[in-house]
């Protein structure tokens, strides 16, 4: 973007100085090399802003541009993400060694910049979230009943996210629903762990709460029934 912008302003200057012609260099500059590329913007524009939204809100896959998920996940897990992909999704495997076109120093450039543009200090208002990584057993039946009193009432809605369907759920791994359940959407209204809080409404959600909705979740997910059937945007826009 900003590199279109001055190539747009070099030949303006180069008109108001009465110069007619040119010189092609200043035109076109050469591209620099895939490899090459360093700056976060453009790498995060280039790689993965379809997916996760320009400027790391509103797209499909997980907004991470939300300050409470960079405040939820550390720096070994950003990078065996994008490194390696998410298996169970379609987040792909950005790096050389796994297939992918990016430099394992570019990976530490967008790490890096995602730090400086998203993270801010005490992200959670000095709340303590549930662990990023599942770290109990889960139990089915308790997620079931978890999620009946604590997000049905919002996913009953049928313009919603089906959540509990297949479809959706055979695009999502057990640790994106964790990670979306914890840190939640702020750009498309899903409440983080602590939900709505208020009268006659329960706390916030316990580590073991997390764990067993994911777990209920992850139940109803038969992918061999799904597989013919065409893929919605996971974020139903
Ligand atoms: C083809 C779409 C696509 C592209 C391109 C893509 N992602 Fe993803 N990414 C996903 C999906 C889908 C998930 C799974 C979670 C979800 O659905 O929100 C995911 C998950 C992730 C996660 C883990 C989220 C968690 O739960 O902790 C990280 C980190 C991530 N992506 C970073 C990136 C970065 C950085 C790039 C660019 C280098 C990128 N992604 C490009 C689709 C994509
Ligand atoms: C206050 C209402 C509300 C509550 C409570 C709520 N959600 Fe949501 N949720 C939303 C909205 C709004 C969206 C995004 C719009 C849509 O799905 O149509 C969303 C989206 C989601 C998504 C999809 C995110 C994506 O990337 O597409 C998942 C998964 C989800 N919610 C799970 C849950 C779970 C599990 C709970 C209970 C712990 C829950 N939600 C409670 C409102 C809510």
């Not at 260099?25 to 997916?51: G, I, K, W």
Request: proline residues 8%; glycine residues 10%; neutral net charge.
């Amino acid at each position: 973007m900003r590199r279109g912008a001055m190539a747009l302003a070099l030949p303006l200057v180069f008109a108001l100085a009465g110069c007619s012609r040119v010189p092609e260099a200043t035109v076109e500059a050469p591209a620099p090399r895939p490899e090459a590329v360093m700056d976060f913007h453009a790498l995060y524009s280039a790689n993965c802003q379809a997916c996760h939204g320009a400027n790391g809100h509103g797209g499909p896959a997980m907004e991470l541009g939300n300050p409470e998920y960079q405040a939820l996940v550390d720096d070994a897990t950003l990078r065996k993400w994008i490194s390696g992909g998410m298996p169970g999704t379609e987040m792909p495997a950005f790096a050389q060694s796994a297939g992918g076109m990016l430099t394992d120093t570019q990976i530490g450039a967008i790490i890096a910049g995602m730090r400086k543009e998203w993270a801010k200090p005490n992200a959670f208002g000095g709340a303590t979230p549930p662990a990023y990584a599942q770290d109990q057993a889960g139990d089915v039946k308790r997620g079931q009943a978890t999620y009946q009193a604590r997000c049905a009432s919002c996913h009953q809605n049928s313009a919603r996210e089906q959540v509990t369907s297949v479809v959706y759920l055979s695009l999502v791994s057990d640790q994106a629903l964790r990670t979306i359940i914890v840190a939640g959407r702020v750009d498309i209204g899903q409440p983080d762990w602590r939900l709505a809080t208020g009268k006659g409404v329960a706390g916030p959600l316990s580590g073991q709460d997390v764990t067993d909705i994911a777990t209920y979740l992850g139940s109803l997910r038969n992918p061999a029934a799904v597989s013919a059937a065409p893929i919605p945007n996971p974020a139903g826009r």
